[in-house]
């Protein structure tokens, strides 16, 4: 039984090296999200690619499925197989508390993956869901939860397809945690991708940002705000097919800024791209609940998760045609344009401040706000 | 903020009135874990399958995707669309210990699913990854999971395509959990699925049975059984592939005997197909440090989890030529014919023992082995 937990032959890859143990912010969708992502587990799980591409069954993914690795781990994956385009992601769900203004966990666990399926242009098809329940969670609980991913799902028009229990000891879960994974099928001629934001691109915000965070720490810290806070948590795959309907090849990117906020959108496209960014900040949409909620806690609004809102970069010469659709559909109602795509500084996402002045915005390390999805 | 977690319009299922509380044993796979599906899950979830019906998106399912209800919440679902079948599954892990004789979590979370895929006859594609990670647990740990599940992908010829990583605080998970869920393309002409078995069927077990759930108590109870046992984790889906090169209809059903075991792949089966089983009892492969280690548990064989085997119902006629291919390949050159299905006693399972009487063989409650997979 040497061969229990033999961890002589891992070596800690360097920027992991301040930390030999997990922390909170490795959970962020920050910095340190990304690094565990990078230098953990794309090496681990691309160990056996070559492996993989001798075996027949690869063979079975069409040859343009190498273009996924764009997505690896960070976003829906988009897998050509047998003449179509499958999109599929993951996410698990493990928002403390369970029940929060506006929805719920299970709300949660088919918006955020319809969304993700949605952002790489896909109409999602159906939906897994694997539950991890703690034991002595009541059973009322688990049927609120289950009866709003009904509801959730037949509003989106997704199925809930496929599903698995398991059950760990008392304390060793938080009530409950669920993952859900999506299918959905990319429509003919859509290829909706980070890497396709380009210098030109217009940045379209689709509603106010950071509801659902807010309300999340308001039920959790007990504290008000000052004004009545609900979670924005809603499927954009109709606001998306809007946008497609509009132009096909002028939507380049799209993403929804749940942990990390917005300026980890920015960031993680404007990376994506190999391109500048450059937005006015008074063009973002904050609502004033936020905005107070965040400089009482000391929160940066960029920073701040959404769970029904979009980022999409779109060519400038659509952009009036999309927000025209976008303000058309419920969901995208106060959509606005806040910036630019530019050449310069690639990879740097810079706002223009109320004050003349310019800042850099970063995404945070990680640890403000766990357990926010 | 008086919708948050509002129970009064909940109402408990009759049959699970016996558990106002989640327990251990509805995560066991067996009875319990069916009640939960049968009255808590499917009733939520099909709560809005007629509005689902009705969105635009539902049309891309083809109307043959209805048949996949049959797997709803239970095995991997068969969505029809654009042309092709995709079989779609999920399964987490919470395995304790993570590493155990023969493997660890990252083996089992590949090849659990690859399996769920397998055995409705699809070729696995592409697997999703979602951690969740506690807080405190080391680098190295995940290095290594992670590393498992790269090999056994590779191995396996299937992707780890998309992912995610959800990080909580200490003391609310045991390590880490790991979901994932997997899509797999059915070829043409394959139709496996539980309800296909038939009277006149051959009943064949891949392999010996037990093995990895007495691997896995033996770290954790720190017990020796008197000689080496290792799990059998092993993706299946070469098997499958072997047995669909001998004969494409005479393979009717398949399943994984992992939670709850032999018995419960047979009962599942039994109930599905409305048909009944009997098997000799004897003619069951069981290792004899599975029976000794049994034997000193006061656990019924045919109720310990397997990782790596099959069960197989396959029509009369075909059934040497399906016995040829299983035995001429590694992952079942111990295959061996236990029994058969028969009209009489539907939905009930008949072990002829070793003394020429009968019993009949039924699910275990749920409990006896927590947290086996």
Redesign the interface.
């Known amino acids: 039984?040497t061969?229990?937990?033999?961890?002589t032959g891992?070596a800690?890859p360097t920027p992991?090296r301040d930390?030999?143990?997990?922390?909170?912010?490795?959970?962020?969708g920050g910095v340190l999200?990304s690094e565990?992502?990078e230098h953990?587990?794309l090496p681990?799980?691309?160990?056996?690619?070559?492996?993989?591409r001798?075996?027949?069954?690869?063979a079975?993914?069409d040859a343009a499925s190498a273009a996924?690795a764009d997505?690896?781990?960070a976003?829906?994956?988009v897998?050509a197989?047998?003449?179509?385009r499958?999109a599929?992601?993951?996410?698990?769900?493990?928002v403390r508390?369970?029940?929060?203004?506006?929805g719920?966990i299970g709300e949660l666990a088919v918006h955020g993956t319809v969304n993700d399926l949605a952002c790489r242009g896909a109409?999602?098809?159906?939906l897994?869901?694997?539950?991890?329940?703690?034991?002595?969670?009541?059973?009322?609980?688990?049927?609120?939860v289950?009866?709003a991913?009904?509801?959730a799902?037949?509003?989106?028009?997704?199925?809930?397809?496929?599903?698995?229990?398991?059950?760990?000891?008392r304390?060793?879960?938080?009530g409950l945690?669920v993952?859900t994974?999506g299918?959905g099928?990319v429509p003919p001629g859509v290829d909706v991708r980070p890497d396709r934001a380009a210098p030109g691109d217009r940045i379209i915000v689709s509603g106010p940002i950071g509801e659902h965070g807010i309300a999340v720490l308001s039920?959790r810290e007990g504290l008000e705000f000052g004004g009545d806070v609900r979670s924005d948590t809603a499927a954009l795959?109709g606001l998306v097919a809007a946008m497609l309907a509009a132009t096909i090849p002028g939507v380049h990117a799209l993403r929804d800024p749940t942990r990390g906020g917005l300026a980890t959108a920015l960031c993680e496209i404007a990376a994506a791209a190999g391109a500048g960014v450059e937005f006015t900040e008074s063009a973002v949409p904050v609502p004033p609940v936020v905005e107070a909620a965040c400089g009482f806690l000391g929160l940066d609004p960029l920073h701040v998760a959404c769970e029904g809102r979009l980022v999409a970069f779109v060519a400038e010469a659509d952009t009036d045609a999309v927000l025209a659709a976008m303000r058309a559909h419920p969901a995208g109602r106060d959509a606005v344009v806040i910036g630019s795509v530019t050449a310069e500084h690639p990879g740097v996402v810079v706002a223009r401040t109320a004050f003349g002045g310019t800042r850099i915005v970063d995404r945070p390390l990680g640890e403000q706000l766990?357990?926010i999805c």
Chains 1, 2 share one sequence.
């Open positions: 039984m061969d229990l937990a033999d961890m891992w800690c992991l930390h030999q143990r997990i922390v909170l912010g490795h959970g962020g999200t565990l992502i953990l587990f681990a799980f691309a160990a056996g690619g070559s492996t993989a001798r075996d027949p069954a690869a079975l993914l996924s997505a690896a781990l976003d829906a994956a897998l197989v047998g003449g179509i499958l599929f992601t993951t996410d698990s769900y493990v508390p369970l029940f929060f203004p506006g719920s109409v999602p098809l159906a897994s869901a694997g539950f991890i329940l703690e034991e002595g969670l009541e059973l009322a609980v688990l049927g609120r289950a009866q991913m009904g509801h799902a037949a509003a989106a028009g997704v199925r809930l397809a496929t599903g698995d229990t398991k059950v760990v000891e304390g060793l879960a938080d945690y993952n994974s299918v099928l039920v795959h766990p357990r």
